[in-house]
């Protein structure tokens, strides 16, 4: 259509194989033979002629906690990602006049699905150090009509991670004011070390899983909650799939989950020595930095606030000119989302070397003319 807004995702789409994507946090260094071999095998049964087993494959769901070392009496449920399971989750357990105390930036999807229970969330500012929450600042920010803690460990878009000391902290703020504490830890596997909440606030906590980002299965659409039985079943009314997930997608996920630990620390060392390629490429820009370094995360923030280029601007060129995506801050954050680009790192570092050629370049152009950000 004639004067349609530039679609950056359905352009990245159709260049799919030209394009550099490190603008969803998508995870592009599984071992292809882990995930094809198992969904083959189920292709060739013809698996997917039937509906697969309404409440989850309990084989997957031990996987799942035993990938979080929790006790097998603990209730996993199975949904399309871990974003279904936060929209059944905050639907269910909120309320008009529900407070949700989170962050920003954030993973503002979430904040979405508060405000579509009537509930709303209070933003504390992390956009400075220690760039996440703090056990101080939560508990001075509960007032009566707070209802839940949003805690992402490690956090999109900032790559920020929490000591076990403060997760801990939080879980029992929650815990002694009758909170309940979501904790989304999708990208806990990148962390250098991590903690859960729910040993600490048992009764309280609902965990968020998901093996989109861990086990590269971001098109598939797999994941679900952890949490106590009597809180499951509360949230358990909004589930959608009732004829179960994805057949494929639970296959996958078994295949992965089984296998991660001899595959997922090569992984790892892969992504920090792409964080030191891209930092190294941002330092070559003036007034351009990183506002936490290193992530905890497989993606983290680059700010641009002092260079005066848009990031909307640096998003469009980077990906029209030079085949690389990365996504402008205004996704994740209210306030502070004109000041950044995220970029997501899980890649071959060969992709990586492309964006460190062409962040520079990039930015050179821009800030050579006059940018009308669209």
Same mark, same amino acid.
């Given at each position: 259509?004639?004067?349609? *807004?530039?679609? =950056?995702?359905?352009?990245?789409?159709?260049? @799919?194989?030209?394009?550099?994507?490190?603008?969803?946090?998508?995870?592009?260094? /599984? *071992? %292809?033979?882990?995930?094809?071999?198992?969904?083959?095998?189920?292709?060739?049964? @013809?698996?997917?002629? $039937?509906?697969?087993?309404?409440? $989850?494959?309990?084989?997957?769901? =031990?996987?799942?906690? @035993? &990938?979080?070392? !929790?006790?097998?009496?603990? #209730?996993?449920?199975?949904?399309?990602?871990?974003?279904?399971?936060?929209?059944?989750?905050?639907?269910?357990?909120?309320?008009?006049?529900?407070?949700?105390?989170?962050?920003?930036?954030?993973?503002?999807?979430?904040?979405?699905?508060?405000?579509?229970?009537?509930?709303? #969330?209070?933003? !504390?500012?992390?956009?400075?150090?220690?760039?996440?929450?703090?056990?101080? @600042?939560?508990?001075?920010?509960?007032?009566?009509?707070?209802?839940?803690?949003? !805690?992402?460990? %490690?956090?999109?878009?900032? $790559?920020? $991670?929490?000591?076990?000391?403060?997760?801990? =902290?939080?879980?029992?703020?929650?815990?002694?004011?009758?909170?309940?504490?979501?904790?989304?830890?999708?990208?806990? &596997?990148?962390?250098?070390?991590?903690?859960?909440?729910? %040993?600490? =606030?048992?009764?309280?906590?609902?965990?968020?899983?998901?093996?989109?980002?861990?086990?590269?299965?971001?098109?598939?659409?797999?994941?679900?909650?952890?949490?106590?039985?009597?809180?499951?079943?509360?949230?358990?009314?909004?589930?959608?799939?009732?004829?179960?997930?994805?057949?494929?997608?639970?296959?996958?996920?078994?295949?992965?989950?089984? #296998?991660?630990?001899?595959?997922?620390?090569?992984?790892?060392?892969? #992504?920090?020595?792409?964080?030191?390629?891209?930092?190294?490429?941002?330092?070559?820009?003036?007034?351009?930095?990183?506002?936490?370094? *290193?992530?905890?995360?497989?993606?983290?923030?680059?700010?641009?606030?002092?260079?005066? /280029?848009?990031?909307?601007?640096?998003?469009?060129?980077?990906?029209?000119?030079?085949? /690389?995506?990365?996504?402008?801050?205004?996704?994740?954050?209210?306030?502070?989302?004109?000041?950044?680009?995220?970029?997501?790192?899980?890649?071959?570092?060969?992709? /990586?070397?492309?964006?460190?050629?062409?962040? *520079?370049?990039?930015?050179?152009?821009?800030?050579?003319?006059?940018?009308?950000?669209?």
């Amino acid at each position: 259509m004639a004067g349609a *807004p530039f679609d =950056a995702f359905r352009y990245a789409h159709e260049h @799919r194989h030209e394009v550099v994507w490190m603008s969803q946090n998508t995870n592009h260094l /599984v *071992p %292809p033979t882990v995930i094809a071999d198992a969904v083959y095998g189920a292709i060739r049964d @013809r698996r997917y002629e $039937g509906y697969p087993y309404g409440p $989850g494959d309990p084989e997957l769901k =031990a996987l799942v906690l @035993r &990938d979080f070392g !929790l006790p097998e009496e603990w #209730t996993v449920t199975v949904s399309a990602g871990g974003t279904e399971a936060l929209y059944m989750l905050e639907r269910a357990l909120l309320g008009p006049g529900d407070e949700v105390l989170a962050s920003d930036p954030s993973y503002l999807i979430i904040h979405k699905f508060v405000e579509l229970a009537g509930a709303r #969330t209070r933003n !504390l500012d992390i956009y400075q150090p220690p760039y996440r929450l703090t056990p101080d @600042r939560v508990q001075e920010s509960i007032t009566p009509k707070t209802r839940m803690i949003l !805690l992402i460990d %490690p956090l999109n878009p900032l $790559g920020s $991670g929490y000591p076990a000391e403060e997760v801990r =902290a939080i879980a029992e703020i929650a815990k002694d004011h009758h909170l309940l504490l979501l904790n989304d830890v999708t990208y806990r &596997d990148f962390a250098d070390g991590h903690t859960l909440a729910a %040993p600490f =606030a048992p009764d309280s906590t609902l965990t968020v899983w998901s093996a989109s980002k861990n086990c590269g299965l971001a098109g598939l659409r797999i994941g679900g909650l952890v949490g106590p039985a009597e809180l499951v079943r509360k949230v358990l009314p909004y589930n959608t799939n009732d004829l179960g997930v994805n057949i494929l997608a639970q296959v996958a996920a078994k295949a992965a989950l089984s #296998t991660k630990a001899e595959w997922f620390p090569r992984i790892k060392t892969t #992504t920090r020595a792409n964080q030191a390629i891209i930092k190294g490429a941002v330092e070559e820009v003036p007034g351009a930095f990183l506002p936490l370094y *290193p992530s905890q995360a497989n993606m983290f923030a680059i700010d641009l606030a002092k260079t005066e /280029v848009p990031p909307e601007a640096l998003q469009k060129e980077l990906l029209l000119q030079h085949g /690389v995506f990365v996504r402008a801050g205004n996704y994740l954050s209210p306030k502070f989302g004109s000041r950044f680009v995220r970029a997501s790192f899980s890649n071959p570092p060969a992709e /990586v070397e492309r964006f460190a050629a062409a962040f *520079p370049a990039a930015m050179a152009t821009l800030r050579a003319r006059p940018v009308v950000a669209s």
